[in-house]
């Protein structure tokens, strides 16, 4: 327990946690917690065949020509390169929101993108997260990523050189698209 009164469980099992006043220690409350163990990780969901490099052929094409975000125009940049480290953190995190059924940046452990390409071992100098849901095909979520501003804006930036790509079936969406950016 902190000093705010946060209690972080260390493992599973039950406890009392008792809170006093500090004025009147005999005056308290008593609060049972029961933490069950961890949920297993979900085992990802192999890519469909070639999805990883068509999305990466696709943002590649992009980037080749330039595009319009909003209402910034971006020229022509170099290409991404496809990285294992950042295709790790991109497919775990596809494959834990179809797992899970949630649609978010933030994992369901509370972890954030930068937390899951520098656990997947990525020493990353410059970082960002596009996430999609229910495009069926690496031409629809390319596609829509491009027509939304700061998702285009990410694609579309020289900060990044590389890429991972992540890609799930399940929950309420169906499909679950993840694309990682990074520079080391």
Known sequence: MNQSGLVTA???????????????PSVFLDFPVTVGAAAPAPSPTPPAPDFAQRV?????AARATGATCGTAAYPAVPALTLNAQLTQAAQGHASDMAAQNYFSHTGKDGRTFAQRITAAGYAWRAAAENIAAGQSTP??????????EGHCKNMMSPAYKELGVGYAQGGSYGHYWVQDFGSR
Not at 56 to 60: E, S, V
Not at 139 to 148: D, I, M, P, R, T
């Open 139 to 148: 031409e629809q979520v390319v596609a829509g990523w491009l027509k939304s």
């Open 10 to 24: 260390t493992g599973a099992g039950s406890t009392t946690v008792r809170a006093a006043l500090t004025g009147r």
């Open 56 to 60: 990466l052929d696709l943002t590649n």
